[in-house]
């Protein structure tokens, strides 16, 4: 029929007189290593060919603009599409040395060759090896891994987000007159706004009143809601006085004040956490752990939860120092429900800290050890410990397989579904997480989590009104379709097909990215019946519409399916009828305009498609000529049952 136009286009290059791929790796490489080290950082590794090549004219166009005054901002996109020519990576640009990236893309630029070249390598995304190291399914190399998140940085897991906090700061949590019993009916006494010099100079007086008085009102003003004076109170040396006053048995209220100071202190900058850290304080709350006054052993519990929720490194210095034994031991009751509610929250938040953090993961053993406590605390009644235990469970599956596994064995995974069904946000969110972690890794591991009934609780997550929560369960199936035809046969049993067809159509771009990996990991692993069943579905208008995505990786996915339902098509004949299909929703004008998309890939794998199904009329077999109804086509396979039947 001759529908589709295949345009060639000619790839623009405008580098030195090269005349092979080795002079043009030369080239580039030539000026990625003359950058001066104190201007900018560049990584000058094997030049990435992937990126798109620019002409002649787009060149000169971004230098001119970038070579404007005060266009030379480390921000400036034109600054950054010069460097890109010249795969600079990793790149922080110091405007007053713009000159050396100017002169070097004009040095490129002076005798400009246009080359017909690319290398072939990582090259054809539809390809078996690409597909390969994003899929994981029968058929394929079984010991590449399910695909994992490309972001660092998603909404669920933001430094300071409101579902779990690293630091805690204790703004009032106990009042005065409970805190210090020497001054107990003289509360009215006690100097509030003192100075910082003041407050020094009574912590260095012979006086026990005066240095609880002088140790408290600095508490005070490290719990003040807007800019406490930490930084003050480092630089006055205080946090060597509180973390010797840790050790003050014969007064607690000065040991509890000082823990409070300290903890307030831990929950600043990291740097203010270093201060705390260098000052010895992390052994001398692992003793206030076993303190026989409540109030402190839990001042120090927290102060212990904000020094390891600092990062990986910390974290494994309070495992060193041994916290884990005596804090585990607090737990050691026959009933978790006996401990006081505000207490138990707090040792299943610091132990959250403990499990956070990669680069590296908490020690095994650690997690082996923390394992059988949080398995306890996951059938608590308080919905925030069972928030913070979900957190804790969720980083410990964000790991490798092995990883995944230590999780497994313990057996907490239909309590984990149970809590996915809830209901409560700060709870399903967290849970969501950890069984999504689950499911990237082995297939055996993904089956628990289908045994455990997880898929029934998802058309509630695909149509959740909180748009994270769709991306994640999106997410979540994108890794189950990924997975055996027999898991792709429970995700079609569940009915869960249409909820992700649903996304694809009218969801946020978040999770209309997450579905696409949904359905094309389903296409690449699923049976011909699983795919008609897709088509069937109305997947191919959602999936068109896409193609018009400014986001070349998804389109890239997109053409992947594309490409694999017409490959189930054609081994049953119906390759005609998926093409007016394609037609008819406007997806061929999608894939046609993709020809001159500005990445190559792109632009093949719509080249590729188009030419294959689109580019020259096919000869009418009578057998697969689709009889017309009133509003869709029947195809009438003998001894198909696969047949596509709309």
Same mark, same amino acid.
């Given at each position: 029929?001759?529908?589709?136009?295949?345009?060639?286009?000619?790839?623009?290059?405008?580098?030195?007189?090269?005349?092979?791929?080795?002079?043009?790796?030369?080239?580039?490489?030539?000026?990625?290593?003359?950058?001066?080290?104190?201007?900018?950082?560049?990584?000058?590794?094997?030049?990435?060919?992937?990126?798109?090549?620019?002409?002649?004219?787009?060149?000169?166009?971004?230098?001119?603009?970038?070579?404007?005054?005060?266009?030379?901002?480390?921000?400036?996109?034109?600054?950054?599409?010069?460097?890109?020519?010249?795969?600079?990576?990793?790149?922080?640009?110091?405007?007053?040395?713009?000159?050396?990236?100017?002169?070097?893309?004009?040095?490129?630029?002076?005798?400009?060759?246009?080359?017909?070249?690319?290398?072939?390598?990582?090259?054809?995304?539809?390809?078996?090896?690409?597909?390969?190291?994003?899929?994981?399914?029968?058929?394929?190399?079984?010991?590449?891994?399910?695909?994992?998140?490309?972001? !660092?940085?998603?909404?669920?897991?933001?430094?300071?987000?409101?579902?779990?906090?690293?630091?805690?700061?204790?703004?009032?949590?106990?009042?005065?007159?409970?805190?210090?019993?020497?001054?107990?009916?003289?509360?009215?006494?006690?100097?509030?706004?003192?100075?910082?010099?003041?407050?020094?100079?009574?912590?260095?007086?012979?006086?026990?009143?005066?240095?609880?008085?002088?140790?408290?009102?600095?508490?005070?003003?490290?719990?003040?809601?807007?800019?406490?004076?930490?930084?003050?109170?480092?630089?006055?040396?205080?946090?060597?006085?509180?973390?010797?006053?840790?050790?003050?048995?014969?007064?607690?209220?000065?040991?509890?004040?000082?823990?409070?100071?300290?903890?307030?202190?831990?929950?600043?900058?990291?740097?203010?956490?270093?201060?705390?850290?260098?000052?010895?304080?992390?052994?001398?709350?692992?003793?206030?752990?076993?303190?026989?006054?409540?109030?402190?052993?839990?001042?120090? !519990?927290?102060?212990?939860?904000?020094?390891?929720?600092?990062?990986?490194?910390?974290?494994?210095?309070?495992?060193?120092?041994?916290?884990?034994?005596?804090?585990?031991?607090?737990?050691?009751?026959?009933?978790?429900?006996?401990?006081?509610?505000?207490?138990?929250?707090?040792?299943?938040?610091?132990?959250?800290?403990?499990?956070?953090?990669?680069?590296?993961?908490?020690?095994?053993?650690?997690?082996?050890?923390?394992?059988?406590?949080?398995?306890?605390?996951?059938?608590?009644?308080?919905?925030?410990?069972?928030?913070?235990?979900?957190?804790?469970?969720?980083?410990?599956?964000?790991?490798?397989?092995?990883?995944?596994?230590?999780?497994?064995?313990?057996?907490?995974?239909?309590?984990?579904?149970?809590?996915?069904?809830?209901?409560?946000?700060?709870? !399903?969110?967290?849970?969501?997480?950890?069984?999504?972690?689950?499911?990237?890794?082995?297939?055996?591991?993904?089956?628990?989590?289908?045994?455990?009934?997880?898929?029934?609780?998802?058309?509630?997550?695909?149509?959740?009104?909180?748009?994270?929560?769709?991306? /994640?369960?999106?997410?979540?199936?994108?890794?189950?379709?990924?997975?055996?035809?027999?898991?792709?046969?429970?995700?079609?049993?569940?009915?869960?097909?249409?909820?992700?067809?649903?996304?694809?159509?009218?969801?946020?771009?978040?999770?209309?990215?997450?579905?696409?990996?949904?359905?094309?990991?389903?296409?690449?692993?699923?049976?011909?019946?699983?795919?008609?069943?897709?088509?069937?579905?109305?997947?191919?208008?959602?999936?068109?519409?896409?193609?018009?995505?400014?986001?070349?990786?998804?389109?890239?996915?997109?053409?992947?399916?594309?490409?694999?339902?017409?490959?189930?098509?054609?081994?049953?004949? /119906?390759?005609?009828?998926?093409?007016?299909? !394609?037609?008819?929703?406007?997806?061929?004008?999608?894939?046609?305009?993709?020809?001159?998309?500005?990445?190559?890939?792109?632009?093949?794998?719509?080249?590729?498609?188009?030419?294959?199904?689109?580019?020259?009329?096919?000869?009418?077999?009578?057998?697969?000529?689709?009889?017309?109804?009133?509003?869709?086509?029947?195809?009438?396979?003998?001894?198909?049952?696969?047949?596509?039947?709309?």
């Amino acid at each position: 029929m001759g529908r589709g136009r295949v345009v060639k286009r000619l790839v623009a290059v405008g580098f030195m007189n090269c005349s092979s791929a080795h002079e043009l790796h030369s080239a580039k490489e030539s000026y990625t290593v003359q950058a001066n080290p104190n201007a900018t950082r560049f990584h000058c590794s094997q030049p990435d060919y992937s990126l798109p090549l620019y002409s002649e004219r787009q060149l000169f166009t971004a230098l001119k603009v970038a070579l404007q005054p005060g266009k030379c901002s480390p921000m400036d996109p034109f600054a950054y599409e010069a460097c890109t020519v010249l795969n600079l990576k990793d790149l922080t640009i110091v405007p007053q040395k713009f000159n050396f990236i100017v002169n070097a893309c004009l040095q490129v630029l002076k005798t400009p060759l246009f080359i017909n070249f690319r290398m072939s390598t990582n090259e054809n995304v539809g390809g078996t090896a690409a597909r390969l190291s994003r899929f994981k399914n029968k058929g394929k190399d079984s010991t590449e891994m399910r695909r994992r998140r490309m972001e !660092v940085n998603v909404e669920l897991r933001k430094a300071k987000k409101d579902d779990q906090l690293l630091k805690r700061r204790n703004v009032g949590t106990f009042p005065d007159d409970a805190t210090s019993p020497l001054q107990e009916n003289r509360n009215n006494q006690v100097t509030v706004n003192w100075s910082v010099e003041e407050i020094v100079k009574g912590i260095n007086s012979n006086n026990i009143e005066l240095q609880l008085q002088a140790t408290q009102a600095a508490r005070k003003l490290l719990s003040r809601e807007k800019q406490p004076p930490i930084d003050q109170i480092i630089r006055a040396g205080l946090i060597s006085k509180f973390v010797s006053s840790l050790g003050r048995a014969d007064c607690s209220p000065i040991q509890f004040e000082s823990a409070w100071a300290l903890t307030n202190i831990a929950s600043g900058t990291s740097e203010q956490t270093k201060a705390v850290v260098d000052g010895g304080a992390i052994p001398a709350f692992i003793s206030l752990l076993a303190s026989p006054h409540t109030h402190i052993s839990e001042q120090a !519990v927290w102060a212990l939860g904000n020094i390891a929720g600092d990062g990986s490194t910390y974290r494994d210095l309070v495992i060193k120092y041994g916290a884990l034994d005596p804090l585990l031991a607090l737990l050691a009751v026959p009933d978790l429900s006996s401990l006081a509610l505000g207490y138990l929250r707090n040792v299943t938040w610091t132990l959250s800290n403990l499990c956070r953090n990669k680069n590296p993961a908490p020690p095994i053993e650690a997690v082996e050890q923390i394992l059988p406590t949080l398995v306890r605390l996951l059938h608590h009644h308080d919905h925030e410990i069972l928030a913070d235990t979900c957190w804790a469970i969720s980083y410990l599956t964000d790991g490798s397989n092995d990883r995944i596994e230590i999780v497994v064995k313990t057996g907490l995974v239909p309590q984990l579904v149970k809590l996915l069904g809830c209901g409560e946000i700060p709870i !399903v969110t967290p849970s969501l997480r950890a069984i999504g972690n689950i499911v990237t890794g082995t297939d055996e591991q993904t089956q628990i989590v289908i045994d455990s009934g997880a898929l029934a609780v998802f058309p509630a997550l695909l149509t959740h009104h909180k748009n994270n929560i769709q991306k /994640e369960a999106a997410w979540t199936m994108s890794n189950i379709t990924a997975g055996r035809q027999d898991q792709i046969q429970k995700v079609v049993e569940h009915g869960l097909l249409p909820y992700l067809v649903g996304i694809l159509r009218k969801g946020d771009f978040k999770s209309q990215k997450e579905a696409v990996w949904a359905v094309t990991n389903y296409t690449s692993g699923g049976t011909i019946g699983q795919i008609v069943y897709l088509v069937q579905c109305g997947v191919v208008e959602p999936l068109m519409n896409l193609l018009m995505s400014k986001d070349s990786r998804t389109v890239l996915v997109i053409l992947d399916a594309i490409t694999n339902i017409f490959m189930a098509a054609e081994k049953i004949g /119906e390759t005609e009828k998926l093409c007016v299909i !394609v037609e008819e929703c406007g997806g061929l004008d999608k894939i046609e305009a993709l020809q001159s998309h500005e990445n190559e890939q792109v632009y093949k794998a719509a080249a590729n498609l188009i030419e294959k199904y689109f580019s020259a009329e096919e000869e009418e077999d009578e057998n697969v000529v689709p009889e017309s109804t009133t509003d869709a086509y029947t195809f009438q396979i003998p001894g198909n049952p696969d047949a596509f039947n709309f």
